[in-house]
């Protein structure tokens, strides 16, 4: 399978799978590739499959698309191997190594043993190795263990996790080959998930690795790391062979293990001719299993935990969907009972009044919805350079309404010379009316004003979006809690949704939001957006 690699970036690390069949969008706006990186346009390049092979094409981004340092002018013709540069986004494009192309082979006794040389315990003071004085061989060690516990820490991920550790070994040992066996279970049989050569092999018999049986078991039952030769006991120099003519191999394998919790082994070898590994190195390379282990076990904690938030918070998400949903049904249930009454006496009045109700309540659920929608669903921001004026006539539009049945005052203040800024429309139209919508709850029908302002300040490269009113203002202690979700100051009239939701719209955009209030004082929330996200020019929104 052909496959992205994210070798630098917002993303580094992450690997995409292509299909075989269909062209994959490289940007901002795609859903197959989805990157982080600010700096690509919401469609940056287009890879298109043809026969078994594919090609690249830059789709006029801001920033160009370059294969191997070139930038790209036309449809390209990608090799495994090809770096693609997109933005600060660093991919490069191969060929996925499957365990089936690079087999490693755990041989029955007799076809292939080996002699044990040296065993290390593997435990938890695998970790600490005494040196008898300071040597830049003790130097070398402490930096591969603190290498190995900034891995603890900073990545949850088993398979990048493992990837980085071979890297660890690879960089610091001699090593031909290496592999990872890893399993789950006491009872499932050891599955190699990393395999690494120093050279690539030439032909499908280089690729085979094969290791006795003997050791891994040994290894795995005993809990320690061992150093071997396969040239002691094989039977194939029984007459006196040359070693070296059969790529005789010093190995080393240690178990990676967190506490009594076995993962798996580390195998790694090297030709005789070449290297020979010391106690010294299998020291070493048992304190990288044991350090590989407890970075495991913390990924499954972390894993574990962020499952456990999850389920607490669907629980708490559906306990106050419930009560908001039940609080608008039982005001709809009262409005269409005014309806019916006003319906059995045929009085109009009644019915005006029922169906204000029902009205209310209709607004009431369609706003739970977007909120809903907006706040669970995971979403990339699309930037577009948007006109503020535009924009802002859109949402007085809509309030004016609400406003003029209130007997509200709304109020605009805005440079209609105000330049374009990047933003998503959607999101932040979202966000504003979220913001007018508290305002005018906040404030007395007939005294009551809101006004929205905006500016460019062209030093700072900031727009700042102000939305103010001259309410009761917030209590300090509902300050702390206003952003949380289902946290409401208008009790059955409200959900709690509008500001969280507004917040991780402001969060998407890179911007920050901010609250000045207090008791009648009124309330004024300020969105700062930055006007230094990459956007395409001709994309602007009127």
Known sequence: MLILTVLQGPDQGRRFELPDHEPQLIGRSSEALPLTDMTISRRHAELIPDDGQWYINDLQSAN???????????????????????????????????????????????????????????????????????????????????????????????????????????????????????????????????????????????????????????????????????????????????????????????????????????????????????????????????????????????????????????????????????????????????????????????????????????????????NMLAYSKQRKPEFQMVSMPALFREIIDLCQPQCDKRELALISEIDDNMPPIPADPAGLHQAIINLVNNAIDAVEPGTGAVTLRCQYMPIEQIATITVSDNGHGIEADDERLIFQPFYSTKGQRGTGLGLAVTRKIVDEHGGRIALETGPDEGTTFTIELSTQHAADPSETTT
């Open 64 to 370: 160009g698309t370059f294969v191997n340092g070139v930038r790209v002018t036309g449809v390209t013709l990608l090799r495994t191997g090809d770096q693609l540069r997109t933005g600060s986004t660093l991919f490069q494009y191969g060929r996925e190594k499957t365990f089936r192309d690079h087999p490693v082979r755990v041989l029955q006794p007799g076809r292939m043993d080996a002699a044990v040389e040296k065993t290390v315990p593997s435990n938890d003071d695998s970790v600490i190795m005494a040196v008898p004085e300071p040597t830049a061989e003790a130097a070398h060690q402490l930096s591969v263990i603190y290498q190995l516990m900034q891995l603890v820490g900073s990545n949850f991920d088993r398979a990048i996790l493992l990837e980085r550790v071979m890297d660890l070994i690879f960089e610091h040992f001699e090593v031909d080959r290496g592999f990872i066996l890893q399993q789950d279970t006491p009872d499932q049989r050891p599955e190699p998930v990393v395999v690494r050569y120093r050279t690539e092999p030439r032909s499908t018999e280089e690729k085979d690795i094969m290791v006795s049986r003997t050791i891994v078991q040994h290894v795995m039952r005993q809990r320690e790391g061992v150093l071997s030769s396969n040239a002691m006991t094989d039977h194939r120099f029984s007459s006196g062979e040359s070693v070296q003519a059969y790529g005789i191999r010093s190995a080393m394998c240690v178990p990676i293990q967190f506490q009594d919790q076995l993962y798996g082994v580390i195998h790694v070898d090297s030709q005789v001719a070449n290297y020979t590994y010391t106690e010294d190195q299998l020291r070493l390379m048992t304190a990288i299993g044991a350090q590989a282990g407890m970075a495991l076990a913390n990924a499954d904690l972390y894993q574990s935990g962020l499952h456990n938030a999850r389920l607490a918070a669907v629980g708490e998400t559906v306990a106050n969907l419930s009560h908001s949903i039940r609080n608008i049904l039982q005001g709809m249930r009262g409005g269409a009972e005014v309806v019916e009454l006003g319906l059995r006496r045929d009085d109009m009045k009644v019915l005006r009044n029922g169906w204000d109700i029902l009205s209310r309540n209709l607004d009431r659920i369609y706003e739970l919805t977007m």
